[in-house]
């Protein structure tokens, strides 16, 4: 996964997985042993050797897993410089800055992904972990037995360990897709050249981030997705707002396909669709597949140790516990939130229950999370499906940004916040805030439900002007305006009659 074999590359490679490491001998018996070092691990393994306990953390590929190598960081990056490429040609129209007449240098903004990602490297780095005092073994570790690991021929005895492996791309069953090649998340950020034509599979958060930063590289983007709109998890009408601004960015989208086959020739591939009257070739030159994930709980030996899993992953109880109860589980391996926050804040729950005998529960766990499309979508809490699924009746408030001023001023109009509380409160039961920010946006509503804060506390809360999370305060007054009854009204028209 990492090419181009370039200086940013070396030292990445230096960092998560030194070329000639030799694993360490291993203690007699450790406190904790780690399996997997991307976020959930590292986060756990850093804790507890921290704490004083005596930690091993096994990696089959690079440490900083995911996230550093082929999620987070990258993507972040590249959609970044996409955004700035879309900026300057939209300068012109939008705010009379200079035209833009050239074509950017996609060569030159992966150079860059690849710099920062080296650059950030050492926080997940071999070398910090041994400062830390933690034993770092790569290579590929299995149970063999409800207290042990072995890798390479060396058992590690622990008190208690934790699986951390994480998930990766899902390839479904598509006639011919193996054979004509394409790319995931782990592959696509080693390109140095832009396709021409991109055809992406799936349109979750992953397709459509990429998707959109593509389309603004200069690809012609075609999104292939068997729904009815893109990003099914969210509201249709906030995933509506990001095709849209999708569709201007050039991207097409084919909802509601069913792909028969693939087929490669040459150097084009196509993606053959069922259409109303027959087969409908998509032709492009490369093929993005971003269709879901699964977990990674191949080669482990679960079964030797007594650890149930299932196509979900490894089954935890809400103190993630597995079915051994010697062993935890963090991150993608065991949670539907497969979010980089999540997996941390997951791996604190591990170290607190796993050394401690703590009682904190994943279930009381407030994780918001962000799609960085343009504008972006971000979410916390429940859905107004999953709370009258659950029994409770909801109050629900929509605040276009079209009424805030710095909204306005930015340019940046498209989006709106919804905020759904238990009827007749203020209790906040989540929030969906799209617009141009939404990720920086949305942890004021998470502290507050954190918190068990209500609207009416953030209401109260002074906010700069102009800022865009003035949008938050117009939902209280909102709420506020919707206290004012007519019964309410006449009480206070009958009060003012004899103020004099």
Excluded at 344 to 373: E, K, M
Excluded at 455 to 468: E, M, N, V
């Amino acid at each position: 996964m990492l090419h181009p074999p370039d200086e940013q590359n070396r030292r990445l490679l230096e960092n998560v997985h030194p070329p000639g490491w030799v694993n360490p001998e291993p203690k007699s018996r450790y406190h904790l042993v780690v399996i997997g070092a991307g976020t959930a691990g590292l986060v756990t393994a850093a804790a507890a050797a921290g704490l004083g306990a005596r930690v091993a953390l096994v990696e089959r590929h690079l440490m900083g897993g995911d996230c550093l190598n082929v999620g987070c960081v990258p993507s972040k990056a590249i959609i970044r410089a996409a955004r700035a490429w879309h900026e300057a040609r939209e300068a012109h129209r939008l705010f009379g800055g200079p035209p833009a007449v050239e074509r950017g240098d996609f060569g030159a903004a992966m150079e860059r992904m690849r710099r920062i990602r080296a650059d950030l490297s050492s926080i997940d780095s071999v070398h910090r972990f041994l400062d830390l005092g933690v034993d770092v073994f790569l290579g590929d570790g299995r149970f063999v037995g409800p207290a042990a690991v072995e890798i390479g021929g060396k058992r590690l005895e622990f008190r208690r360990a934790v699986i951390g492996t994480g998930g990766r791309p899902d390839a479904p069953e598509i006639p011919g897709l193996g054979a004509a090649g394409y790319l995931t998340n782990e592959t696509i950020f080693s390109l140095t050249a832009l396709p021409p034509r991109l055809l992406v599979i799936g349109a979750g958060p992953v397709g459509c981030e990429l998707a959109q930063a593509f389309a603004r590289f200069g690809s012609q983007v075609t999104v292939i997705d068997r729904g009815e709109h893109a990003l099914p998890r969210e509201d249709a009408d906030a995933a509506g707002v990001v095709e849209r601004a999708m569709e201007r960015d050039g991207v097409v989208f084919r909802r509601r396909a069913s792909i028969i086959r693939v087929e490669r020739s040459g150097g084009e591939r196509l993606i053959v669709l069922q259409g109303a009257t027959g087969e409908e070739p998509v032709r492009g030159d490369e093929i993005l597949l971003a269709a879901g994930r699964v977990p990674n709980v191949e080669g482990l030996d679960l079964e030797a140790a007594g650890i149930v899993y299932d196509r979900a992953g490894v089954q935890v109880n809400d103190r993630l516990r597995t079915s051994n109860r010697r062993v935890y589980a963090a991150g993608d391996i065991c949670s539907g939130f497969h979010f980089t926050h999540a997996a941390d804040a997951l791996a604190r729950i591990v170290v607190q229950n796993a050394l401690f005998h703590g009682r904190a529960r994943a279930s009381r766990l407030i994780i918001p999370w962000t799609t960085y499309t343009s504008p972006e979508v971000a979410h916390v809490g429940m859905y107004e499906k999953d709370a009258r699924t659950a029994g409770l009746q909801v109050d629900t408030l929509t605040i276009s940004m079209h009424q805030v001023d710095r909204a306005v001023l930015d340019g940046e109009t498209e989006g709106f916040l919804r905020v759904h509380l238990k009827k007749g409160t203020d209790r906040i039961l989540g929030a969906t805030l799209v617009a141009e920010h939404a990720g920086e946006m949305i942890s004021e509503i998470s502290v507050a439900m954190t918190a068990g804060l209500g609207l009416r506390r953030i209401g109260a809360t002074i906010h700069p002007y102009p800022t865009q999370a003035e949008v938050f305060r117009k939902a209280a007054d909102a709420w506020r305006r919707k206290k004012l009854t007519p019964s309410v009204k006449r009480v206070l028209q009958l009060f003012f009659r004899f103020v004099r």
